[in-house]
């Protein structure tokens, strides 16, 4: 994962990295990742409601997703379902 993230062009690690360029980086990251999380989820609810009835999400398990992405060191929601099956277990 470092050779992606850091590599020059030749394919070559640094022999030391600047921790605020890691820091831009990861943060570039995880937003990208939060934005995809959020178009995919999106995305799958509506196909979710358009395309299956009531007993067929049912049948399947399929629920509408309302949990946002939780990144490491995050914690989830309180309000949030996979919140509520934590506590449960």
């Excluded at 934005?35 to 609810?45: D, I, P, Q, V």
Aim: hydrophobic share 35%; net charge negative; aromatic share 10%.
């Amino acid at each position: 994962m470092a050779e992606f993230f850091f590599a020059d062009e030749h394919g070559q690690l640094p022999q030391q990295l600047d921790w605020k360029e890691v820091d831009i980086i990861y943060n570039e990251y995880t937003r990208v990742m939060t934005c995809m999380h959020e178009k995919l989820r999106t995305f799958y609810n509506l196909v979710v409601v358009k395309t299956l009835t009531e007993r067929e999400r049912r049948e399947f398990g399929a629920k509408i997703e309302q949990s946002r992405l939780v990144l490491p060191g995050e914690e989830p929601e309180l309000d949030s379902p996979q919140k509520e099956e934590e506590s449960k277990a």
